[in-house]
């Protein structure tokens, strides 16, 4: 208890020196003599929920953030189960209880209310009433069934409920006997302390779309996929035979058969020549490289790296290992010799398809040089002396081929690198049915139009590409955009939209955000009814400046290398800007505390997918080759993602950080994404990036390293007028003690910004 009243009176005084308020001051306010808040402040007399009632009120944050280090987050109602309310640490005994410990806002006055038990209620609609203002209900004796718009909630005593009033509710009591419960009503007026909102709200087109696309006649997936849907949304997934899986016999060769020349991939070169693919020839061309493959001493089991950037050839090569039963392995053309070096070794890659392009293949080569002189080295838009030039010799092979039965299921078909943002990246190993998982991400995630064309910007080099520019796509029948850029550019990229008339389109925020900065409404993009963004979280500000410009919502997603779309707003969804959504129904995931107890409304947590009741076809079969780090993620019928969020009241996940990501402070716990949020609202600012430094006194701060616009200079004011900014727009704790500009943020390979080297 010592120790819990230290750490609230710290925080007392760490926010009363950040606002510059004086001892006296605060005195004042709180209605205590000056000595005697010294004492106070210091820890060493007891709190009155009035005097941290009062503190909290003047330094313009929640009781929650003084007395758990935390803020809360629900605005519409949170429920608070029997002897878990947040007490207010005291030395004599006695034991207060916040009862609403995660809602914003909150003012108080008590009622006792007897609720008589009545037989006809039982049967019939709840009655509901609303009025202005919050309710407080904590239940005595009896149960209490309450409805507060659309959620329905059974109460029995020690529970309790705090909720907008303004929204419809009611409540009877239920199991034969009266229920007491006291109600807090609290009346209009300003509450006791307020949170600004992070972004003033603009006035908004109408959603131009949110309707599931059709799906295609008599489908191929259906042979795989069943869906229960209600009311257009996705509420149940079941697959047959995944066992028998094999994406390039089941789906391409299948396509080819049914509609042999139907448009699969529509590609464009650096120089924007055209090269049109349908599923027949796709089938074709993979059947030739799958037979060029085994003459060059490939096998079922193989490893083989394809480095291809967003060349046609990566999705010849896939398909052809597929269906000889070799493991793909795409990597980015960014590598260099080291990079080649460890992932040749850590994946046993026994051959290897590169690009011509730059230095890639003279990298690739120095590393096998060192590591392994008999890999098997094909070469790809050009020729290199010791390689073979595989765009020229597939061809020369027959176009036919006899499936492989046993190809298939749990056998691995792909494995990817993670992004190593802490340590060196470990090998992600997916089976067969991994491309099964993607059905949910093309049709209820990116709405792919199978008489439309799809476009996800992502080169091959990265999982990402697997979600957008193959597996899911071609399951429901969409034709797949890829353009071959060498750097990306708005300017080059915008103008596509209207020429090919793409319907669909998925890219991280970043993208977005330079879209608007650089004039997205000087740009045609009426043929676009569905977009979609994943690979780091929403800032609000891109979500509402897009909406304005296109009339269409982003919808955010959330996965990893170890997984398929785990967490989305999908289709038929209102999505919350800069809220991931919710669970995938593929997937039973869950947020747990420390101890593994499934977290409470508001309360944050890690993301964990149950595997006790089977594996779902998205999940990886494990690390490869590293059994000790495969346990230490998936363990106990759990799979640990490593990334904390927190559940509102409508089951939509907001993100918070990875775990070792979040800043502890003054005994305040500081969740980075909520800060870079506020700071990206800035017209200025491009990217930001918040990270722990250590300090000696506070034991940790927080640091902004920031990316300003082009013409924008830093300098020390700037600098305070960001901090002043922050302290105005969330609880002023939580402002960057250090900012720092920068020219660029330091990335991985894969685009993640690399923290660590950033909390020096």
Known sequence: MEKIIKEVAHRIRESREILGISEAEMAQCTGVSLENYRTLEAGETDFTFTFIYKCAARLGVDTTDLLKGESPTLEEYSVTRAGRGLPIARRRGFRYE????????????????????????????????????????????????????????????????????????????????????????????????????????????????????????????????????????????????????????????????????????????????????????LSLLSNRAANYFVSLGIREGDTVMLVLKRHWQFWIASLALHKLGAVAIPATFMLVEKDFAYRYKAADVRAIVCTADGETAMHAENAAAAVDPGLIKMISHGERDGWHSFDTEFMNYPDTWERRVDVCGDKPMYMLFTSGTTGYPKVAAHSFKYALGHYITARYWHNVDPNGIHFTISDTGWGKALWGKLYGQWLCESCVFAYDFDKFDAHDLLPLFARYHITTFCAPPTMFRFFIKEHLENYDLSSLKHATIAGEALNPEVFYKFREYTGLSLMEGFGQTETTLTIGNFVGDTPKPGSMGHPSPMYDVDIVDADGRSCDVGETGEIVVRTKAGVPCGLFLGYYHDEEATKKVWHDGYYHTGDTAWRDEDGYFWYVGRIDDVIKSSGYRIGPFEIESVIMELPYVLECAITAVPDPIRGQVVKASIVLVKGKEGSDELKKEIQNYVKEHTAPYKYPRIVEFLPELPKTISGKIRRVELRK
């Open 98 to 281: 916040n009862l609403a410990p995660l809602f914003k806002n909150k003012t108080v006055e008590p009622f006792v209310v007897t609720a008589p038990f009545s037989l006809e209620e039982q049967h019939a609609p709840i009655k509901l009433s609303r009025h202005e203002g919050h309710e407080f209900d904590y239940i005595l004796s009896g149960r209490l069934k309450t409805v507060i718009d659309g959620h329905e909630e059974i109460l029995e005593p020690g529970d309790s409920i705090y909720y907008d009033s303004s929204k419809p509710h009611g409540m009877i009591a239920v199991d034969g006997e009266e229920c007491r419960f006291l109600a807090v009503i609290i009346a209009n007026g300003a509450a006791a302390y307020d949170y600004p909102e992070n972004l003033e709200i603009p006035v908004l087109p109408e959603v131009k779309y949110n309707t599931l696309s059709p799906l295609p006649e008599n489908p191929v997936a259906a042979k795989f996929v069943e869906c229960v849907e209600e009311d257009g949304k996705l509420k149940e997934i079941h697959f047959h035979d995944a066992d028998k899986f094999n994406f390039a016999y089941d789906v391409v060769d299948a396509l080819a058969a049914k509609c042999p020349d139907k448009l699969a991939l529509l590609h464009l070169d650096r120089e924007k020549n055209e090269t049109l693919f349908t599923f027949r020839e």
